[in-house]
């Protein structure tokens, strides 16, 4: 299971990252918010690179930018691998997102934590991370319900009365009456 949640959730991290960062730009032509320097700069802080001053390296930037995502897709994958799937799972995984950015944000000095933000500010944040954890989590469990089927999660639901056997994304061919 590790080896599959690796490369799926490397895939479904990538993805997500594009999609978000996508959103990211159109969002910033319509409104005209400038690009962050924030991974960068905790990039080379985590590492001690050398810090630049204003604007900073656009490669260094894209590394730690889509670093994150495609590590944090693992976790995704195995999520889904387990039978956690579905949007309640990506939900909880939009937590995950926003969570590991503030601990490094904060950890390195280089951010400042979100109560302190500017409201619209952290809307913007948590809505390009939702984009972001949902895109990946709709990857990754399709990809888990490709290659797996029901997860264990979801065959132990199966199994037990009252339990709801087809949340989450399931194949027609392998979805569960309800109990």
């Excluded at 995950?96 to 944040?125: C, F, M, S, Y």
């Amino acid at each position: 299971m590790i080896k599959r949640a690796l490369w799926q959730g490397l895939i479904a991290g990538t993805a997500g990252g594009v999609v978000m960062t996508l959103g990211e730009k159109i969002e910033q032509a319509i409104t005209k918010r400038p690009d962050s320097h924030v991974p960068a700069r905790v990039l080379q802080r985590l590492t001690g690179m050398p810090e630049h001053p204003g604007k900073q390296p656009l490669p260094v930037n894209r590394a730690m930018h889509f670093g994150q995502a495609a590590l944090l897709g693992v976790l995704r994958s195995v999520m889904a691998q387990a039978g956690l799937r579905g949007p309640v799972a990506s939900a909880k995984f939009t937590v995950v997102r926003l969570t590991n950015d503030q601990i490094l944000e904060n950890a390195t000095g280089v951010g400042a934590p979100p109560a302190t933000w500017p409201r619209k500010e952290l809307v913007v944040d948590v809505l390009h991370k939702a984009v972001y954890a949902f895109t990946t989590g709709a990857i990754a469990d399709a990809l888990a319900a490709r290659s797996i089927g029901p997860g264990p999660g979801q065959r132990h639901a199966a199994r037990r009365p009252g339990r709801h056997a087809d949340v989450g994304p399931l194949p027609r061919d392998q979805a569960y009456p309800r109990c």
